[in-house]
């Protein structure tokens, strides 16, 4: 046996009024159609619900348990309505983001953050993936919304710009070039390196700098977060390159921030989707929020 929601509706207000004629005025519904509703309501049941007399109507026992049990289904349907509208309008959802270990050291937590109080009930996946992944992940529809390191990539996407940054050389205090303010790469060559692992963008960018300047990197070290290499660093175990951003989220008492003296210092990170007019609602209210952040660039001279 099927409840029919208008019935159910019928018979609260019927309730609520005391009387058939003041509920039908409420619903906006012939009484007769009210009454017949009712009885319906009755016979599908195989239940006396109501007490009809001169005075108006009245639940019997059953018709209370019915009234509660009605109120919680229509309430239950009523927020089935309004959820399902907020996902129609974004206010709720989920967006999936691919982004690098760049954009996510230094500008996605405070533009997440913003984004959240405004929107509560869309939900952000994020996951951690080298530029090249992220555009690959975008092409495939792994994901709505990707952040990368701009670069050549070939993948069939929509590319959108989002920040620049600046790399910087971060060397421990008793280090030979802590008495710099600015340093070029190839000065930095005769030391040992603290660097991310063989993969991402900056480590690419590197070991290609080395090349055409003839020399080669002395890795001591490859690690897979900026964290990871700052600390390393003010442990004295190498000279590290990393965006200036990413320093600055540490504290690092024995260390010394130089200047990279080079032109590939200076990047752009940027958004990307495979299609911006396939973006579901709360995903295209995320990438407007990331493209109309406040902060444009980190870079410092």
Not at 83 to 108: E, K
Request: overall charge neutral; proline content about 4%.
């Amino acid at each position: 046996m099927n409840l029919d929601p208008v019935s159910l509706r019928l018979f609260v207000s019927v309730i609520e009024e005391g009387t058939i004629s003041a509920a039908a005025q409420r619903e906006h519904i012939a009484a007769a159609a009210v009454s017949k509703r009712l009885s319906e309501l009755e016979e599908a049941l195989g239940l006396q619900l109501m007490v009809r007399s001169n005075k108006g109507i009245t639940p019997t026992q059953a018709g209370v348990s019915l009234l509660y049990l009605a109120r919680g289904a229509l309430n239950n349907l009523n927020d089935i309505v309004v959820q399902m509208r907020d996902y129609s309008d974004g206010r709720r959802g989920s967006v999936r983001v691919l982004a690098n270990i760049s954009a996510i050291n230094q500008f996605l937590p405070a533009l997440f953050k913003s984004f959240m109080n405004l929107y509560p009930l869309i939900s952000i996946t994020l996951e951690e993936r080298e530029s090249l992944a992220v555009t690959r992940g975008i092409a495939e529809k792994r994901a709505d919304i990707g952040v990368f390191t701009h670069m050549p990539h070939g993948a069939q996407i929509e590319v959108l710009p989002f920040r620049s940054d600046r790399l910087v050389v971060l060397v421990p205090k008793d280090h030979p070039l802590a008495s710099e303010t600015r340093v070029g790469f190839h000065a930095t060559l005769d030391y040992p390196f603290v660097a991310l692992k063989s993969g991402t963008h900056l480590n690419f960018q590197m070991v290609k700098a080395a090349n055409d300047l003839g020399r080669t990197l002395k890795l001591r070290m490859e690690v897979s977060s900026y964290d990871a290499l700052c600390l390393m660093v003010d442990a004295g175990i190498g000279i590290g390159v990393l965006p200036q951003g990413a320093v600055q989220a540490y504290n690092l008492p024995n260390t010394r921030i130089l200047a990279l003296d080079e032109p590939w210092a200076s990047r752009e990170l940027a958004l990307c989707v495979s299609s911006r007019d396939s973006l579901s609602v709360a995903a295209q209210l995320l990438l407007d929020h990331l493209l109309a952040g406040p902060c444009r660039s980190n870079e410092t001279d």
